[in-house]
């Protein structure tokens, strides 16, 4: 049965049944940040339902690919209770700690998502709409899809990816759904927050995209302006790692440890293309990046091969230490082995 944890609901009894199916003992609970606020009232419900320790994780959590395992085994508890992230099918997770993944649903006032959608449907009457959101509306994107069909419009779900877990998802580091529906539609309508997302389904597609903000009604579209201004930006990164390359041949290969983030074939592929190329690469792991490490490490010039939205998000920040963070791609572009022409965003997995 769901309860309620201020605006979540969660299915605590499912919890608890496993827990005691399986017979654990102990668990280490991790929730999302957004979460954690209720972390302390999850933990006493589970404890008490099912006379199990809890531990809570209180490291923040960036993702479905960011699981606890290595923390839950190093305190030798017996297994990891993830909330509020679909589990990413292709991810490989470590056999030796079970991990189990439950959804938190957020209950939201709609009443904004329909104002939007009504501003929408001004703009574009008739005609096919590729329609994607992100996971955490994931409840929302049917009630969309049907608002909009009563209203005349042919809406299309995209198909997920190897790394998507329904259809229309898309991930910061996955934008299959969108390019599966290119050929089919002209336009497309993310529902949610942030410009990221949307930014991401316009490259992947070379087309506009309708948002809707699900929270506030707004709607805007991100275009071709936004997405020459995104590729001006890192076309000037590009540059500058080769300026800096040209007199100082050390490069930084960041690998990440979390289990979803982690690409160590792509990061020794990358480093023996910098051998080839007459770099001096260093392959470095790192849980949590920030320009303050990659400079202690004294990189001019590093690649992350972590989370996408890395590089596509901070790169600012980055800029501000004197440090060129690129993607794979952008260091392939580097080193000549491809072209700027044809950039895509790191969807490399
Ligand atoms: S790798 Fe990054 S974008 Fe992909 S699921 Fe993890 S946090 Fe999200």
Redesign the pocket.
Same mark, same amino acid.
């Given at each position: 049965m769901d309860r309620q944890f201020g605006s979540f609901r969660i299915d605590i009894d499912e919890i608890e049944a496993l827990i005691q199916r399986e017979g654990y003992a102990s668990a280490l609970l991790q929730v999302p940040d957004g979460l954690m606020r209720h972390a302390a009232e999850l933990a006493r419900e589970i404890r008490s339902g099912t006379g199990i320790e809890v531990v809570i994780d209180g490291d923040t959590c960036?993702?479905?690919?960011?699981i606890a395992v290595s923390r839950a085994k190093a305190l030798g508890l017996e297994a990891l209770v993830h909330l509020g992230h679909e589990q990413?099918p292709s991810m490989e997770i470590d056999g030796t700690l079970p991990v189990h993944y439950f959804r938190v649903v957020e209950e939201m006032d709609l009443s904004e998502m329909y104002n939007g959608l009504d501003r929408f449907l001004k703009k574009v009457k008739k005609g096919r709409v590729g329609i994607l959101t992100t996971a955490q509306h994931r409840e929302d994107l049917d009630k969309a899809a049907s608002y909009l069909e009563d209203h005349g419009l042919d809406v299309l779900v995209g198909a997920p990816g190897i %790394?998507e877990t329904f259809p229309g998802q898309v991930?910061?580091?996955?934008f299959s759904a969108a390019r599966s529906l290119s050929k089919e539609v002209r336009i497309f309508l993310f529902i949610g927050t942030g410009r990221f997302h949307p930014l991401g389904i316009s490259l992947s597609t070379r087309k506009d995209v309708h948002c809707v903000d699900p929270i506030t009604g707004d709607l805007s579209v991100i275009g071709k302006d936004d997405r020459e201004r995104f590729l001006r930006i890192r076309g000037a990164q590009i540059a500058s790692a080769q300026d800096h390359l040209r007199t100082d041949k050390r490069i930084g290969i960041i690998l990440s440890p979390k289990p979803?983030?982690k690409r160590d074939r792509l990061a020794r592929d990358l480093e023996n293309l910098c051998s080839e190329k007459e770099l001096d690469p260093y392959l470095v792991s790192m849980d949590i990046l920030s320009p303050m490490k990659v400079r202690s490490l004294g990189f001019k010039v590093a690649c992350s091969t972590a989370?996408? %939205?890395i590089v596509a998000d901070d790169s600012i920040l980055y800029m501000s230490e004197g440090i060129v963070l690129l993607s794979p791609i952008e260091l392939r572009i580097v080193l000549g082995e491809a072209k700027f022409s044809s950039y895509l965003l790191d969807e490399e997995w």
């Open positions: 960036y993702g479905a690919c960011d990413i %790394r991930l910061g580091c996955s979803g983030q989370c996408p %939205r």
